[in-house]
Every structure is written in structure tokens, then in C-alpha cells.
């Protein structure tokens, strides 16, 4: 499974359950032929959620990915705040990590 295939799986599985999940897509865009950065938090996770009126982000990792330094900062930032922040690394273990946490 590809990361966008995980993340599109995670969201709809979220939103299936009665809960709001969205992607977050952290890209620059072309303005006058000049590429221009985002106003995006760096580090921001691949998907927001709020599931049983929690806050949880959920930053998607395959293979040998690993989080950058913006986004464990962004993680601290999180969690420092009461959220809750998941890598999602297959569908399998996201599942359990969902029943376990919010069934």
C-alpha cells in the first residue's frame, strides 16, 4: 500500500465511524510562474482528525520514512497541547491502535 492509499484508507475509515478526518496537503503553489510556499505549519501531520471529540493528528510513514526534525517539534507540540499524534505505518496496526484507543 502506497502512503496516499493509507491515508485516503485511515480517512474514510475515520469518517465511517462517525468521526472527521481530513487530509492535509503541505505543497507549494504556482503564482505568476513563481512557485510560492505554503503558510502551513512545517512538520504539520498528513491528517487531521477529530474522533470522539478528541484531536488527533496522524502523520502516515512507509517503509524506511521517517519523521523530519519540524515534525517531531510539531508532535511535541501536540501532544504538549492534550492531542493526540499517531505514525501510521499500515492499515493493520492503525486499526488496533483505533479500537484500542477510541472503541
Known amino acids: 500500500m502506497t502512503a496516499n492509499e493509507l491515508t ?23 503564482i505568476n510562474g513563481r512557485y510560492v510556499k505554503t503558510n502551513m505549519t512545517k512538520g504539520t501531520s498528513d491528517i487531521h482528525s477529530v474522533i470522539k471529540g478528541k484531536a488527533v493528528m496522524i502523520e502516515v510513514k512507509i517503509g524506511k520514512d521517517r519523521q523530519s526534525v519540524y515534525q517531531k517539534a510539531y508532535q511535541k507540540s501536540i501532544e504538549k497541547a492534550g492531542g493526540i499524534y499517531y505514525i501510521a505505518k499500515d492499515f493493520d496496526s492503525f486499526y488496533k491502535w483505533y479500537n484500542l484507543n477510541f472503541k
Not at 8 to 26: D, T, Y
Open 8 to 30: 485516503k484508507s485511515i480517512i474514510k475509515f475515520i469518517e465511517l465511524n462517525g468521526n472527521h478526518a481530513e487530509n492535509i496537503n503541505v505543497i507549494s503553489r504556482m
